[in-house]
């Protein structure tokens, strides 16, 4: 089930729609959130959005990886990552849930 992309120009309509804002303004409000989101990122600090999610930068480390082709190993040189947690309360709702998702810790898997 594969849906749309949403865009920077959807969630700057959804803010117009929504929070009745200009569409310069709430254009300028989305690019300011990402921007600082994408400042703190390139930091190296952890974005943590409340039942959203968080955006965490990892370092890895130098390691041998293998051409398929010739099979000659290559260096793949270290690098920084990012990843994305999803909240429990996030997962929850992609997958349907109906209700209050699980509580951390009460040993429900």
């Known amino acids: ?6 865009t920077r120009a959807d969630l700057c309509e959804a803010v117009y729609q929504k929070v009745g804002l200009s569409r310069t ?11 600082e989101i994408g400042d703190c990122l390139e930091r190296g600090e952890t974005v943590k959005l409340s039942s959203f999610g968080s955006f965490v930068v990892r370092d890895k480390g130098e390691r041998v ?4 082709k010739s099979g000659q190993e ?15 309360i996030l997962k929850h709702r992609i997958n349907g849930g109906e209700g209050d998702p699980p509580k951390a810790g009460n040993g429900a898997a």
């Open 65 to 68: 990886g293998r051409n398929p």
């Open 1 to 6: 089930m594969a849906g749309r992309t949403v």
């Open 25 to 35: 303004e709430s254009a300028a409000l989305v690019e300011m959130v990402l921007s």
């Open 74 to 88: 290559v260096p793949i040189p270290p690098r920084r990552v990012m990843v994305f947690k999803p909240s429990n």
